[in-house]
């Protein structure tokens, strides 16, 4: 094996996502600690974003500086380096997260047992499908009283759509919570409720034995020993190239604050989560192993000190080596760029690199030459397929509120979308600028960021529309014909792609009936797709 293969067997870039308040923060945050990566709790825990807090800026300015060190955070385990990309809690920041998952090469699905399925834990799934992402489940919070797990699976399967596979099974829950069997390695893993240490009791129970009625009660043991009959004739033998193609999820059942169902939940990740694979561009599938290297930008932040302008750019390598001081070719912009303090995000410092295999994500200065989804290679002229714009859910129209900083307005604006804040659409007559968002909260940080970093003044008017829809039409003519038609119901993307502003689900609907010829998206993707 030649080291690069080395390095690209040993990696291993997920994202753990979930709805807020299932449990994302606590898992990463005990993964670390398993990992070495962190001393003790509480450290990751002062990263987050107040879920309750609605336009708190200071308080996201603050914590935008911290999140930039624990964007990716990298430990190593069994020999595997091991990088958990973090996505927002903040619904309003679900955009950021849906980037983040065209990034990574599987992803842990959190689950409160209380909740079950929530509204965000359907849209992140979506977003998965759409990539076959491999997902492992970790059903969070059984130490307290829950939905009985057989309704959590069947809810898992219908609302997202998909196949589970339990690999683990609770006794109890709540305050008679026992512990979970673990159905690969047949043994009886015991709950000690334990917030600060690693504790657990681990015994090899065989099901039918005397000792699991004395462990656990009679009771219990009679009702372990049928739910797994139940299991195994219900589902399917765990098949690992089934969970790689994103057909089936294992699910496994924990307490993440109590350090419980957190090792075995690692140890099947080492195990079955996939190394680096194989990426799709618009004119190729590039595979990791290629000597050339290719990489794109999936995330760009703001620099927390508002005095300077530079950016963080993060890229994800795909193929090659990326080196230091290299010159690598920006394809959208069509110019050689380099980079002499790249850096890595292992444990809490920055640390400048040297090189990034595949999988590794680079940070990257950047003064302003970045948008979301660009590519780097070494002169192929390709572009990685696949970082969705979706369809904004409120619209605002911007009005600049002093005249004599509009170019600081316009160069504001157009930097914070290419940051992924918010979208940009123009509108006609008169050059309108409409942004368009997933959450109320990105017209304040917007707001608050023109002000404080380009010294604009704006206010917002908000807007009827509820939904964008970029539009084609295989005949030019007839797309022309279309706009003219629609007025100022059309806008057009920063790329130029005309989109259609529709007022209600009703109103598009009727659209697309009455003009079947027309194609509307509610995603960005057929741009990459159709060039
Ligand atoms: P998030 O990142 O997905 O939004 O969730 P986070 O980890 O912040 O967890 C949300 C709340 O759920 C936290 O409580 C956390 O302590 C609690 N929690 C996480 N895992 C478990 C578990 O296994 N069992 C129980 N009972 N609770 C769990 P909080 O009150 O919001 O914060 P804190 O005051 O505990 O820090």
């Known amino acids: 094996m030649s080291t690069v293969e080395q390095e690209i067997a040993k990696r291993r870039t997920f994202a753990i996502i979930s709805h807020p308040d299932a449990g994302k923060t606590t898992l990463t945050e ?3 600690l398993f990992g070495g990566a962190i001393q003790t709790a509480g450290a990751v825990k002062s990263n987050k974003i107040k ?28 020999s595997l380096l091991i990088n958990i990309l973090d996505t927002p809690g903040h619904k309003d920041f679900a955009e950021d997260t849906y980037r983040t998952l065209t990034a990574v090469d599987s992803v842990i699905l959190v ?47 219908q609302k997202l759509n998909l196949k589970v596979r339990p690999l683990t099974w609770p006794v109890n829950g709540g305050a008679t919570f026992k512990g979970v069997y673990h159905l690969l390695e047949k043994q009886m893993y015991f709950f000690k409720g334990n917030k600060t240490k690693i504790e657990e009791e681990v015994v090899l129970l065989e099901l039918d034995s005397d000792e699991l009625d004395k462990k656990v009660g009679e009771r219990d043991a009679a009702q372990l020993r049928e739910d797994v009959e139940l299991i195994e004739g219900v589902y399917e033998e765990f098949n690992r190239e089934d969970y790689l193609s994103g057909k089936i999820a294992p699910v ?10 957190v090792r075995e939940l690692l140890e099947a990740f080492c195990q079955i989560s996939p190394f680096p694979i194989a990426r799709q561009t618009n004119v190729r599938l590039v595979e990791p192993l290629e000597k050339k290297f290719t990489g794109f930008i999936f995330k760009i932040h703001a620099n927390i000190d508002p005095r ?36 890595s995000f292992m444990a809490s410092a920055k640390e400048v690199i040297d090189e990034g295999f595949p999988g590794d ?36 129209e911007l009005i600049n509120l002093d005249p004599m900083k509009s170019k600081q307005l316009e160069k504001g604006v157009q930097q914070l979308t290419d940051e992924g804040v918010a979208q940009l659409f123009t509108v006609q007559p008169g050059n309108r600028k409409v ?10 940080v917007i707001q608050y960021r023109l002000e404080h970093e380009y010294g604009a003044k704006c206010r917002w008017v908000p807007m009827n529309t509820t939904r964008a829809c970029w539009i084609t039409c295989e005949d030019p003519k007839k797309l022309q014909e279309f706009i003219r038609l629609k007025g100022t119901q059309i806008g057009y993307d920063k790329d130029d792609n005309p989109v259609f502003l529709a007022d209600s689900e009703w109103m598009l609907r009727m659209n697309r009936t009455n003009n079947p010829e027309i194609q509307f998206h509610t995603t960005s993707e057929f741009k990459v797709m159709a060039d």
């Open 435 to 444: 942004v368009g968002t997933v959450g109320e909260l990105q017209f304040e």
């Open 30 to 32: 005990k993964l670390l």
């Open 308 to 343: 300077h302008r530079d950016r963080i750019a993060f890229l994800r390598v795909c193929s090659g080596v990326f080196e230091r001081g290299k010159f690598y070719h920006h394809t959208r912009l069509d110019k050689d760029v380099r980079f002499s303090n790249p850096y």
């Open 51 to 78: 879920k309750t807090a609605t336009s708190d800026f200071m308080e996201i300015e603050k914590q935008r500086g911290i999140s930039v060190a624990t964007s990716v955070m990298t430990f190593e385990y069994n």
């Open 111 to 157: 689950i409160d047992c209380v909740k079950g399925v929530e509204e965000q834990t359907e849209r992140l799934m979506e977003v998965c499908r759409m990539r076959d992402t491999p997902v492992i489940i970790f059903i969070n919070k059984m130490d307290r009283e829950g939905q009985n797990p057989f309704d959590l699976l069947d809810e898992l399967e």
């Open 361 to 396: 994500v680079v940070g990257l200065y950047d003064t302003g030459t970045f948008k979301i989804g660009d590519t780097l290679t070494e002169g192929e002229n390709l572009q990685y397929a696949g970082i969705p714009s979706f369809s904004p859910e409120i619209f605002k």
């Open 252 to 261: 496994f059942f924990g307490s993440a604050v109590n350090n419980f169902g």
